[in-house]
């Protein structure tokens, strides 16, 4: 991004009068903020302003200097405060039977301005797992590594950036300095991950490493999954549930607007479908075990019903056989309106379709759409066939697993889920869920609707039901959608050609887990394959996962040079990047693989194969998911599905939202931008399940002892740009037991966006409860 001239001539001014552009830099950044990036009476009197805020900047920092000094009995508390810490982590290696001592929760004890532990061994990618021991010996190997070319690394010859622990404290808000290091990078240490990262990349170019010159940050939370935007603060909002079909039209982040496309590998290596249907009948059967009256039928729908829409569409017929269309707009917004030309008016429209979805035929027209309209309604069938459903034919449906239609909540009968919803309807928000007889239901209001014996609508290998034994709350509405799928400006390319001999199997046949060499599609993960023969991460790897998950920062995070996500907030100065967590992939075999798809390297791509159930929890937080079988260790329970955005997207909808109820927490896909030297803003890219998303939507929160963690894992893209995010068990988990995910949320960072809910977690680690650890 070219640096704006007002900015730059600022820094000039100030740097004349002895003010380095440090100081200058978060002053001019608030002073733009307060004037509403009005430069004017900051450019009055010869900057006058900037300097007196610079002296009072000055002045505050002082006294907060001799504060922090004089408080010498805090730090001894902070002190009594990590050992207690490190009593936790005793605790919780003994629950969790992790061989090696697992970290402390750190995440809640770092203080903004304390300095973290500095790791010594930097990680050096996200792609190294550790798994096996590497033929090539740490000691063997040279300190200074030329660049790397390889595929994993960025793209550009540009070197990869990988910090140690930040140790300062000025939060980010110093500038990055430019790295002056030449086209080598410095390696220490001897972790594992290091070794295995060069196992993996043995027979290729050495992949650089760059021990990082610039300015320490401390990073007051985790470098999360969760998308952290700290700017603009009044705005400091949360995406809400809301039913996409009822948004109000706007111009390009509407959420009416339907993915252009879905990315589903599984649908390419399909199981058996003798597999599919019986794993389909047991899930059911389990569920009626767990259940009683499961498939009651009431005489109501569920429809959501917007209270500010600003249009609605009518239908009617007279008895002379003509058919009125109208469109009713709710002028509130703007009470003068008057009567406009329609031609106008029809070219805004198009304007607007043509900036909306950009992609049109030329000819495109709104007559021709409203023509469109005309034709579709007489080309439709007599009323009696797709709207008057009898409970009869909805339970054919539901049990069919057909697509969108609301029985009876389980566990209520039909009285209870009538009085439920209408109950419900009372206590409403807008955009809450209402009980209306099924015959108005229209065809595009059953489809979006939750079939809470199948909330996957029969789109996984298994029955997702969803019960709620606790309250009369109804389902949420969203588009249950079984894979990723691009909103609008995301560059996702699963080309063939993009996949090079060395990110394929090509060689491969049967099953490449019973071979005794490892796979190039292992090779990529480490050097060994990340699963077992009986579909389980190994040990060592979930190991390695549970502890990054626990303290990011004691595994190293890496720093951006242009933050996408600081970026994408579009402000006139960039801030420095925060930090991301360095990962472990896992690389499963695909299409260009000459393995079978029963291969033992194909565990993600196969989609949900566990028995899950969404269900209403009894501790406050909203609904939950939970299995119904004992899952060992290891097991995959499902990936994080939503809506594939580009950060800016993701930035705009949330900047744009008014909804302050949170639901959905969107994820950046980030592991591997510490390999590029400057992304694209159509390759940063991040996962939103607001509107779009799969069972993990229903993933509740859990500091520190979760029961899933979530890995990264390539399968189409070996650029890493997008990939799947997939969780796993951290421990054995019990049938019933709830499925939980740390979100990585600092609770005691204020300056968080997504505004942290009270956490009711219930761990002994909980990071929102103040009080000290106690036995
Ligand atoms: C991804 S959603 C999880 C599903 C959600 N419970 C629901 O009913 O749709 C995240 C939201 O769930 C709630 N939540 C998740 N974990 C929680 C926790 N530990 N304590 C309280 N609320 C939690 C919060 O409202 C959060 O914004």
Redesign the pocket.
């Known amino acids: 991004m070219a640096p704006n001239p007002r900015v730059a001539k600022a820094f000039r001014a100030m740097r004349e009068l002895g003010i380095p552009e440090e100081k200058t830099k978060p002053v001019l950044k608030n002073l733009l903020k307060l004037f509403d990036k009005n430069w004017a009476p900051i450019e009055e009197e010869n900057y006058r302003a900037l300097i007196d805020a610079i002296f009072d900047s000055e002045e505050v920092e002082a006294a907060e200097q001799k504060k922090k000094h004089d408080n010498v009995e805090a730090e001894a508390a902070e002190q009594k405060k990590k050992l207690e810490q490190a009593e936790k982590m005793k605790v919780i290696e003994e629950e969790t039977q992790i061989p090696e001592e697992p970290e402390r929760p750190l995440k809640r004890l770092r203080l903004r301005h304390q300095d973290g532990p500095s790791c010594t061994t930097p990680s050096l990618n996200s792609h190294g797992t550790p798994l096996k021991k590497p033929k090539v010996e740490i000691d063997d190997l040279p300190v200074a590594i030329p660049r790397s070319q390889s595929r994993a690394e960025n793209t550009k010859g540009e070197p990869v950036s990988v910090s140690p622990q930040p140790q300062g404290g000025n939060k980010g808000k110093l500038p990055v300095l430019a790295d002056t290091q030449p086209d080598v990078t410095t390696v220490s240490g001897s972790d594992s991950s290091l070794r295995l990262r060069q196992r993996r990349d043995k027979g290729k170019e050495p992949i650089l490493h760059q021990t990082n010159s610039r300015e320490l940050r401390s990073i007051s939370d985790r470098s999360s999954n969760g998308v952290h935007f700290r700017e603009p603060k009044p705005k400091q909002t949360?995406l809400p549930?809301i039913k996409p079909k009822d948004e109000p039209l706007t111009d390009d982040t509407s959420p009416l607007t339907v993915p252009v496309s879905e990315i589903k590998p599984g649908a390419m290596a399909n199981q058996d479908s003798s597999t599919e249907n019986l794993s389909r009948e047991s899930n059911k059967d389990s569920i009626s075990n767990v259940l009683d009256s499961s498939n009651e039928i009431s005489g109501h729908e569920l429809v959501a019903v917007p209270d500010e829409s600003t249009a609605k569409i009518d239908i009617a017929s007279s008895s002379y056989g003509e058919i009125t269309i109208s469109l009713t707009c709710n002028t509130s917004q703007n009470p003068n309106l008057s009567v406009t030309n329609v031609d106008a008016l029809l070219k805004r429209m198009e304007d607007r379709c043509l900036k909306s979805y950009k992609a049109m035929e030329p000819n495109f027209s709104m007559k021709k759409l409203m023509t469109y309209m005309c034709d579709s309604l007489l080309d439709t069938e007599p009323e009696s066939d797709s709207t008057s459903l009898t409970d009869e034919s909805i339970k054919d449906l539901a049990d069919t697993g057909n697509n969108g239609l609301v029985l009876t909540a389980n566990g209520l009968d039909g009285n209870e889920v009538e009085d439920a919803c209408e109950n419900g309807f009372q206590d409403a928000e807008p955009q809450s869920l209402v009980g209306v007889p099924n015959n108005q239901l229209t065809a595009d209001d059953a489809s979006s609707l939750q079939d809470i014996n199948d909330i996957a609508k029969g789109q996984e290998s298994v029955i997702i039901s969803l019960v709620n034994e606790v309250n009369t709350e109804c389902p949420?509405a969203f588009h249950y959608i079984p894979g990723n799928a691009v909103f609008q400006n995301a560059y996702v390319n699963f080309s063939l050609a993009r996949i090079g001999d060395d990110n394929c199997c090509s060689t491969c046949f049967g099953d490449c887990l019973s071979s005794a060499t490892a796979c190039a599609c292992a090779l990529q993960s480490g050097g060994e394959f990340a699963y077992t023969k009986k579909g389980l991460v190994k040990e060592e790897l979930i190991d390695e996962c549970i502890k990054m998950m626990r303290d990011p920062q004691k595994h190293c995070l890496f720093y951006c040079k242009e933050c996408p996500l600081e970026r994408s907030k579009n402000e006139e100065i960039v801030e420095s990047c925060k930090g991301h967590s360095v990962r472990n992939f896992i690389k499963e075999c695909w299409l260009k693989c000459g393995c079978n798809k029963q291969c033992g390297n194909r565990v993600v791509q196969r989609g949900i194969q566990r028995k899950l159930q969404v269900f209403m929890t009894p501790g406050?937080?909203?609904?939950?998911l939970r299995t119904l079988e004992d899952l060992p260790k290891g097991a995959f329970v499902c990936e994080y599905v939503g809506e594939v955005l580009t950060n800016a997207e993701l930035y705009e909808r949330v900047s744009k939202s008014s909804n302050k109820d949170?639901?959905?927490?969107p994820v950046l896909l980030d592991a591997d931008w510490g390999a590029e030297c400057e992304l694209k803003d159509e390759e940063a890219l991040c996962l939103d399940a607001t509107y779009y998303g799969n069972v993990a939507?229903?993933?509740?929160?859990?500091c520190f002892d979760s029961t899933l963690v979530e890995i990264p894992v390539e399968i189409e893209n070996p650029d890493h740009h997008y990939y799947h995010l997939a969780f796993f068990t951290t421990r054995k988990v019990k049938a019933l037991e709830e499925l939980t995910w740390d979100y990585g949320i600092d609770f005691d960072d204020e300056e968080h966006p997504v505004k942290a809910?009270?956490?009711?977690?219930g761990s002994r680690f909980c990071r929102n409860n103040k009080r000290p650890y106690s036995k």
């Open positions: 949360v549930l949420p406050g937080k909203g609904w939950g949170e639901h959905a927490y939507r229903f993933i509740n929160h859990r809910f009270k956490c009711r977690c």
